[in-house]
């Protein structure tokens, strides 16, 4: 069974740095394209960023770009995204998503979620 | 960046009625990478329909997906009580991933 389970949110202030993770299991994690999603209280989703399988290739939004870093350890079959500079309108439920491919193909698992909070 | 837009807002209708949401693209997109999503409260989304019409695994033969181009829709033929959700697009393209701004489909 495939199980993702982020953790690493919690409230932070402007300006600061965060540092979210995400466990997987139940699949060869390196064969997959990983994501990191995100949705604002009450809102809708948006994308935050990719990685490949064996972590060569990432991409951004551009809401996060030169502040957010996706990386992944595939001996340890994690996914992680550092955050810095937060800003208030990066507060949000932070997801994991595996994708269905090697690249792009839809995001067939997801987590349940990390919540962050960037308030002062 | 392709913006995708989510088309109505809000769906109000009954068990049993056909559900047509719409989604188009402010630029054309590869049928290959659009995807439909369904979020409930309080859950994770769960993919429906990738590469424009096929289904995910486990995903009931109701819902089916059509398009191409800049025009997207997801069909669901007879609603179930359990359908009542929220409906996201996606597509991915040069420029980046993007969502659309969902339909929510409610009972009338």
């Known amino acids: 069974e495939v199980q993702l389970v982020e953790s690493g949110g919690g409230v932070v202030q402007p300006g600061g740095s965060l540092r979210l993770s995400c466990a997987a299991s139940g699949f060869t994690f390196d064969d997959y394209a990983m994501h990191w999603v995100r949705q604002a209280p009450g809102k809708g989703l948006e994308w935050v960023s990719l990685?490949?399988?064996?972590?060569?290739?990432?991409y951004y939004a551009d809401s996060v770009k030169g502040r957010f870093t996706i990386s992944r350890d595939n001996s340890k079959n994690s996914l992680y995204l550092q955050m810095n500079s937060l800003r208030t309108e990066d507060t949000a439920l932070y997801y994991c998503?595996?994708?269905?491919?090697?690249?792009?193909?839809?995001?067939?698992?997801w987590g349940q979620g990390t919540l962050v909070t960037v308030s002062s | 960046e392709i913006v995708l837009t989510q088309s109505p807002g809000t769906l109000s209708l009954s068990p049993g009625e056909r559900a047509t949401l719409s989604c188009r693209a402010s630029q054309s997109v590869s049928s290959s990478y659009l995807a439909w999503y369904q979020q409930k409260p309080g859950q994770a989304p769960r993919l429906l329909i990738y590469g424009a019409s096929s289904r995910a695994t486990g995903i009931p033969d109701r819902f089916s997906g059509s398009g191409s181009g800049t025009d997207f829709t997801l069909t669901i033929s007879r609603l179930e009580p359990e359908d009542f959700a929220v409906y996201y697009c996606?597509?991915?393209?040069?420029?980046?991933?993007?969502f659309g701004g969902g339909t929510k489909v409610e009972i009338k």
């Open positions: 990685i490949s399988g064996d972590g060569g290739s990432t």
């Open positions: 996606q597509q991915y393209g040069s420029s980046g991933l993007t």
């Open positions: 998503a595996k994708d269905s491919s090697s690249w792009y193909g839809g995001f067939d698992y």
